[in-house]
């Protein structure tokens, strides 16, 4: 199991423009989150999906996107990218939410983007 | 709103010592607590968490308490160890699903341990 994985690691984006930060998992996880992580800020949930086709706003989704067509895939897609992008972004991924056993979250390595 | 207070911010321990870290919360629906750990240029991943049902949970060196009348939880790290140094994340969620469900993570805890 490669787990979760994100592609790519590092990019550099100029303001205005626009990029998919791409987010696989090969566990068959009905959950999948995208954090954002600001230095001495912790982890902020950007949107999150509780299965294919269902996508939900978490705490800071303006300037992104998500959609979420297969069970493996959760891309997330910056428009018109501001300085304030800035940012390391983790995908996520869960067996179930709050009930049972199975809640823990699985991160990816990151995705490092710069806004310039 | 922050949900979740950390503290301290960041911490420095010696080799062998226990580092403390403390969580509190405001929402009492709350009724999971994890604590996660980050090294450098990695995703977090989940080092130990609890349910309210219990006030300890300990997993090797790492110990969670849990007081639930104040509404506040600590990772205890006992024997610390240089390979421990990374930042921990203290995190909540809520038993009623949705946006609740989510977790709410604090602002982190850099762990330094010197040998």
């Known amino acids: 199991n490669a787990g979760v994985t994100q592609t790519p690691k590092f990019h550099i984006l100029k303001i205005g423009q626009s990029m998919t930060l791409q987010c696989t998992q090969d566990m068959n996880h009905n959950y999948m989150y995208w954090y954002r992580q600001d230095p001495g800020m912790g982890l902020k949930l950007i949107y999150y999906?509780?299965?294919?086709?269902?996508?939900d706003k978490g705490e800071v989704p303006n300037g992104y996107n998500v959609s979420r067509s297969t069970t493996e895939d959760f891309p997330l897609r910056l428009e018109l990218a501001a300085p304030s992008q800035t940012s390391v972004y983790f995908c996520a991924s869960s067996y179930s939410q709050t009930s049972g056993l199975y809640n823990e979250q699985f991160f990816g390595p990151g995705t490092r983007l710069t806004v310039l | 709103q922050q949900q979740v207070k950390q503290s301290p911010q960041s911490l420095i321990v010696q080799k062998g010592g226990i580092s403390i870290i403390n969580c509190a919360y405001e929402?009492?629906?709350?009724?999971?607590f994890p604590w996660y750990q980050q090294f450098p240029g990695k995703g977090p991943a989940l080092l130990i968490a609890?349910?309210?049902?219990?006030s300890e949970k300990k997993e090797g060196r790492f110990t969670i308490s849990f007081n639930k009348s104040a509404k506040q939880f600590s990772l205890h790290i006992m024997d610390s160890q240089p390979g421990d140094s990374a930042t921990y994340f203290c995190?909540?969620?809520?038993?009623?699903?949705?946006?609740?469900?989510?977790?709410?993570f604090g602002k982190g805890t850099k762990l330094s341990v010197k040998p």
């Open positions: 999906s509780v299965g294919a086709g269902i996508t």
């Open positions: 995190a909540a969620s809520s038993r009623y699903g949705g946006s609740q469900g989510n977790l709410i």
């Open positions: 929402n009492t629906a709350f009724d999971y």
């Open positions: 609890i349910r309210p049902d219990v």
